[in-house]
């Protein structure tokens, strides 16, 4: 009845129809806008928002717009004929309302709420209503539910190797990009660890970023089959992957929200890894006053979920409990943590000894989750493939294969010191204002914005002496960053020298 | 930076800009779309969800389109220069966030959230979470300061009379259009009654759409204020007065979500009241099978919530319980419930008798507000004002100062009867059933169509007897509504006569 026109409107993750308040062939008042609609052909169909359009050189009345995204997904050519209905609200609407109410749901139920979201049937309130109502209120079998669901919702991996690894951490601590030492390490002694790493959202950089700034990490999905054939591992952005899709969608719900159950987390996190063939899990949980995790009960409850979680999914986790006072590494920022990390593969002699240590530590633990390797010999093995240049050989194998980075990118040029106020030493590093000093400088958009580290704690310094140096590419992030930095360094200096 | 240009694009309650991609202004990445952006001049800002436009044709490089609603909104004319930057969330998220967490709120911050919601500066996801997070979760001062908030944010009416009487239903029964009896007799009287009412969401017809067969109903303040003036009553839809706007903001999310607590079904009611600027409150809390509230102790608990917060906020609340089991008076749907209330105001003898008992009896209560009628004698005195014939030269009054309808509508042409199975009498009818039956058959957008009922519970009927007749407008309409009622007639047929 009407014809499909491409409409060149960005929509983001929403699916937009747009039809003329004069169409020939449907009663408007059936379809008022942002009201959901089904749109039909013979073999395709699409659900979308509406929006109600005067003007006929958008749309004229014999046709049906849709944005960018839905014109993608619903993959006909313009001009196809299509029908278009009220969308009946997803079936399992019924069971957010029971939950809303209070009650507790079955796995049934909860797959068809997953499923649901992962087909864009949920609006935005619907998806809101869904993360509130389990905020604090989920029993272990919800949780253990949620994550089934989410990771059989999407793309399933499966690996041709019995045993499979992979590390997840859960993030807050800058410049902590252990992935980018530990997968070389542990592919090189013939593990495979086929990593899929998120960008930064709220941070000034994810692993993707850093890698980005050496390799190619826009994959697909057999581009990454090919690597992780050819290396073992490979260090991509999960973007492409399509890995727990609904877990994307909650997260873009719940993260301005700022609702982060420790249940929330742990689906999250282990349904990715379940949809991504893992079978064996390490997850660094960093502790500190300016971390995620503040305090070693908090922790202790999170490692319990998530080994409790992890065996009822069969799933071999391992958690690790680390040191989150400060960053890791020296830099903040994608090209700033590419250096670090480069350093610590080619074993320069100023390379961070702290990335190196926890990589080193990290990569043994997963190297015992090969059955040929000692308990207790994963660490000297770890820096055995580390010291003898295996890791780094490893590292441009893998840059080769998903392909080098085209240009190098360059440390951001607009540079300031930060200066200590007094002699002392530094007796505290607040993660969370560095990490957004670095962002306001332009991380992780502009790739050699950031921050470099020159003290850390325990380190002595005198009055006057640089604490670390911010860089920008652009003028007016330099301005927002050094106005930031003088508002306080994110440094406290104790005691006399 | 960027000239304003208006994109005839409705997209309804939202307000939406439309950036182009290649926009020589701004960096693009800061301005994702569906990000919350502000749009400034000197002297106007709005807040808007951004769409970005890949089409010269729709949105130039220079230019900043906004949608019909936005662009009305901001109030400028097409061309005015006007800059954007990316919208900071609301202050008040942070105590939506607490709230999320399980803290109660103090009056300040939920003055905060509604009037944030009311500015519209909340997403529908943030209006979600406020909602659930509520949602069986508020404390008694919650509550109130909840409804003050929604009543002190928005058009406050004041009246130049000591007593300004008001009612409401709290819905569920069809037909139950006693509004359109009571103003008149009250107002006959001689007591202030300035009644907004709302247009049907889910229901075949609100009083608005019924009031609107007779008279137009689409004021705006001032003229309901010249018609108050000259008639003491109106019978008017509230669209235009923007009592409790954030009220109406609350509904559009809720509704499909089914959120109906009755924490804000109070707060919900009361604020619009006191925002009309009622002094006495008579509600109608109909308690049936099929109605909204079921039993005894719902409704108790109900009316004592009323109670309590009316008396917080100074309004004198009278909650009567009635019998919600079956529709009042026969007709369901604009046309056939305005020949209903006509007929009682005119005293035709097949006039319904339950329509015109029930509003005489709260007319009667609401006529014991003024201090000069001697207690126990309401009723008699709005007997005598309905059977003088007072009210309905009131109603006419009242009509003809709001505008006689332009045309008279008629009743729906397509009809269908629908008959008794058997023999026997009628002992049940589900309200729910009929109501979805009516919309089916068109109302209220239709105006004329709906449902005449022959029969009530007690009658007796013989097998073949007509029930009630479906009128319809359209084909299609008439062929849903008339398979819909083959499914189950929504009458149960007892013993035999």
Redesign the interface.
């Known amino acids: 009845m009407l014809k499909l026109k491409r409409?060149?409107?960005?929509?983001?993750?929403?699916n937009?129809a747009?039809l003329a308040?004069k169409c020939r062939h449907y009663r408007p008042?059936e379809f008022?806008?942002?009201k959901k609609i089904e749109i039909m052909n013979d073999h395709h169909h699409l659900l979308a928002s509406l929006?109600?359009?005067?003007?006929d050189?958008?749309v004229g009345p014999d046709e049906l717009g849709l944005?960018?995204q839905a014109f993608r997904r619903i993959g006909l050519v313009e001009g196809t004929t299509v029908s278009i209905a009220p969308a009946e609200?997803p079936e399992s609407?019924e069971f957010?309302?029971n939950k809303?109410?209070?009650h507790t749901l079955d796995s049934g139920q909860i797959r068809g709420i997953i499923t649901d979201i992962a087909n864009y049937r949920y609006?935005?309130?619907?998806?809101?209503?869904f993360?509130?109502?389990c905020?604090?209120f989920m029993t272990t079998s919800e949780m253990l539910s949620l994550t089934s669901a989410m990771a059989e919702v999407g793309t399933q991996l499966h690996w041709d190797a019995p045993v499979v690894v992979d590390k997840h951490c859960i993030g807050g601590i800058p410049g902590n990009r252990t992935s980018m030492i530990i997968v070389p390490i542990v592919a090189a002694h013939g593990l495979t660890i086929p990593k899929t790493s998120s960008r930064a959202i709220t941070s000034p950089a994810g692993t993707a970023d850093t890698m980005e700034v050496l390799a190619n990490v826009d994959l697909s999905l057999p581009e990454m089959r090919r690597v992780v054939e050819e290396c073992k591992g490979c260090v991509v952005w999960g973007g492409h992957v399509n890995l727990s899709p609904a877990d994307d969608i909650l997260i873009s719900?719940e993260r301005?929200?700022?609702?982060d159950t420790r249940e929330q987390m742990v689906a999250s996190i282990l349904s990715k890894k379940l949809a991504a063939g893992s079978t064996h899990l390490l997850i660094d949980l960093p502790i500190g006053p300016s971390a995620k995790v503040r305090g070693h009960a908090d922790a202790m409850r999170l490692r319990k979920l998530f080994e409790y979680v992890g065996d009822q999914v069969g799933l071999a986790i391992d958690v690790t409990v680390t040191d989150g006072e400060q960053p890791i590494g020296n830099g903040i920022g994608p090209v700033l943590e590419a250096r670090d990390v480069m350093a610590v593969l080619r074993r320069e002699p100023d390379a961070p000894r702290d990335l190196r240590e926890k990589s080193l530590r990290m990569a043994g633990m997963l190297l015992e989750s090969d059955p040929a390797l000692r308990g207790g010999a994963g660490y000297a093995r770890a820096q055995e493939i580390l010291d003898s240049g295996a890791a780094l050989e490893k590292m441009e194998q893998i840059i080769e294969a998903q392909g080098k980075a085209a240009t190098a990118a360059c440390v951001g040029e607009l540079t300031q010191d930060v200066l200590a106020p007094c002699d002392g030493s530094v007796t505290a590093i607040d993660c969370y204002r560095l990490a957004r000093l670095a962002r306001l400088a332009g991380a992780p958009?502009d790739k050699g914005a950031g921050i470099d580290l020159f003290k850390k704690i325990g380190d002595v310094v005198s009055e006057g002496e640089p604490l670390y140096r911010i860089h920008a590419c652009f003028k007016s992030d330099y301005k927002f960053a050094v106005n930031f930095a003088g508002e306080g360094s994110g440094y406290r200096i104790g005691g006399s020298a």
């Open positions: 409409i060149a409107i960005d929509t983001y993750r929403d937009v747009f308040r008042e008022q806008a942002l929006l109600v359009v005067d003007d050189q958008i944005s960018e609200p609407v957010l309302r809303i109410h209070g609006s935005e309130r619907e998806i809101a209503a993360l509130v109502s905020a604090g719900v301005p929200l700022a609702i958009m």
